[in-house]
């Protein structure tokens, strides 16, 4: 079994920067952070395997950075620039097993999900 518990979400305003943290515990060989914002379905935005490669989604390169503290289990999420159309609730998401697929940034690859922690960005 896999816990996750996010934290780390507030509300910026537009070009603002937050840092998200997921604690997690048990195994976790892959890791990601997702999104969701209201009346829309749910988004890849970065994704990590147990060797520090990482993915992102076109849309937030340059500006978020993934990252793992591998010996606290911890995964993190930097967030420079932030625009208001990226108000969501954002959501850390694992997987107990490593594939060929990892990292993805695919919603429907991780089986173990966090409650998720609120961004909001205004103007």
């Known amino acids: 079994q896999v816990h996750l518990v996010e934290s780390g979400g507030g509300s910026v305003q537009a070009g603002g920067s937050l840092r998200l943290s997921c604690a997690a515990s048990g195994t976790t060989y892959c890791m990601g952070w997702f999104r969701q914002a209201p009346g829309k379905e749910r988004e890849g935005v970065a994704a990590?395997?147990?060797?520090?490669?990482?993915s992102y989604s076109d849309s937030v390169k340059g500006r978020f950075t993934i990252s793992k503290d591998y010996a606290k289990n911890t995964l993190y999420l930097q967030m420079n620039s932030l625009k208001p159309e990226e108000t969501a609730m954002y959501y850390c998401?694992?997987?107990?097993?490593?594939?060929?697929?990892?990292?993805?940034?695919?919603?429907?690859?991780?089986?173990?999900w966090g409650q998720g922690t609120q961004v909001t960005v205004s103007n």
């Open positions: 998401a694992a997987t107990w097993y490593s594939g060929s697929w990892c990292p993805s940034v695919s919603p429907s690859k991780y089986n173990y």
């Open positions: 990590i395997d147990e060797d520090g490669l990482t």
